[in-house]
C-alpha cells in the first residue's frame, strides 16, 4: 500500500466551495488526517488529503480531478506518494471527542 498526500487548489473559490470539495473527496476515500507512527491523528491543512491504496498516482490524480469537476469548479491537483513514510510538524493533533 502506499501512502499518497493530494494537495487541491481550486480555481475562483470560496469557503463554500472548499466544504463541497471536502465532502466530495471523502465520497471518493481521501481523508483529511494522517496518523502518526505513535498512533496519533493529526489534521492535514486546508485542501490537503491522504489516502493509502493499492492504486497508481495517476488513478489518485484523476479520482481529485474527477471530485473538482463534480462541484462544478477548475483546479489543481498535485499527488505525492511515498512508501518511506511521511515527516511533519505543526499540524494540529485531533482531539478525541468520544463522549463517555
Known amino acids: ?3 499518497f498526500t493530494v494537495r487541491v ?3 475562483r473559490a470560496d469557503e463554500q466551495d472548499y466544504e463541497a470539495l471536502h465532502d466530495e473527496m471523502y465520497l471518493r476515500g481521501f481523508g483529511r488526517t494522517i496518523i502518526s507512527s ?3 491523528e ?3 491543512p486546508t485542501a490537503e488529503y491522504n489516502e493509502i491504496s493499492s492504486r497508481t498516482p495517476q488513478e489518485v490524480r484523476a479520482d481529485a480531478r474527477a ?3 463534480a462541484i ?3 483546479g ?3 499527488v505525492t506518494p511515498s ?3 511521511r515527516w511533519w510538524s505543526g499540524l494540529d493533533e485531533v482531539e478525541d471527542t468520544d463522549e463517555e
Open 83 to 85: 512508501e518511506r513514510g
Open 67 to 69: 471530485a473538482i469537476s
Open 76 to 78: 489543481a491537483v498535485l
Open 38 to 40: 505513535a498512533g496519533l
Open 9 to 11: 487548489e481550486l480555481h
Open 72 to 74: 462544478g469548479k477548475k
Open 1 to 3: 500500500m502506499t501512502r
Open 42 to 44: 493529526f489534521s492535514l
